[in-house]
């Protein structure tokens, strides 16, 4: 089985350019995820996807992040313009889904690293 | 009250000894609390999970144990081998639909040869 992909794998900007990141999630995985990850600590969740409905958006900075997830597959994370603290790794995780009990295990992608100078 | 809290930051084991990570949590309505384990470059993996209606889950030589009084639970990894060398993360959710994980800071766990 695919594991979950992402692009790019790293990526250096200057700060108030804009940038990118694209999840391809688990082939059937409803839910999907962003999440942030400074150096040091434990991942953040930024956005949280149900097929291509946001679930979850309360920690994400919508001043400058965005995302969306077309199709209910695969999603983009975009940054505009970009802050020197958005230096981080943007992981993206998925799950066959949410439903109560079910705890259905979050698969995380191998993560985008990005610095901003 | 969002909190999970982790300690230790880092851990060096002797191979063949027990590394043990504690975790501690605040809010009551968390009911499930897994452990991934993060290689570097590599995004985090499950390890193991529990839920708090049982107070200990081993799988092979980890084990996590669960005290709900004390709000705390810890990871025992038995007989640890260089390859286990990674930053483990606990993590803690509740069950509400719609409610994310919350982790720890990570502990990033050294196994000497």
């Known amino acids: 089985e695919a594991g979950v992909a992402q692009s790019p794998r790293y990526k250096i900007i200057e700060k108030r350019q804009s940038v990118a990141f694209w999840c391809n999630p688990i082939?059937?995985?409803?839910?999907l995820y962003w999440y942030q990850q400074i150096l040091g600590q434990g991942p953040k969740l930024l956005i949280q996807?149900?097929?291509?409905?946001?679930?979850?958006d309360s920690q994400l900075p919508k001043d400058r992040f965005s995302a969306e997830r077309l199709k209910g597959v695969d999603s983009t994370l975009k940054i505009q313009p970009a802050k020197l603290e958005d230096s981080a790794v943007y992981l993206c995780a998925s799950s066959l889904g949410w439903a109560g009990p079910a705890y259905n295990e979050q698969f995380f992608g191998p993560g985008t690293r990005l610095t901003v100078l | 009250q969002q909190q999970v809290k982790q300690s230790p930051q880092s851990l060096i084991v002797q191979k063949g000894g027990i590394s043990i990570i504690n975790c501690a949590y605040e809010?009551?309505?968390?009911?499930?609390f897994p452990w991934y384990q993060q290689f570097p470059g590599k995004g985090p993996a499950l390890l193991i999970a529990?839920?708090?209606?049982?107070s200990e889950k081993k799988e092979g030589r980890f084990t996590i144990s669960f005290n709900k009084s004390a709000k705390q639970f810890s990871l025992h990894i038995m007989d640890s081998q260089p390859g286990d060398s990674a930053t483990y993360f606990c993590?803690?959710?509740?069950?509400?639909?719609?409610?994310?994980?919350?982790f720890g800071k990570g502990t990033t766990l050294s196994v000497s040869s």
């Open positions: 082939s059937g995985h409803a839910t």
């Open positions: 996807f149900q097929n291509n409905g946001v679930v979850d």
């Open positions: 809010n009551t309505a968390f009911d499930y």
């Open positions: 993590a803690a959710r509740g069950n509400q639909a719609g409610t994310a994980l919350i």
């Open positions: 529990i839920r708090p209606d049982v």
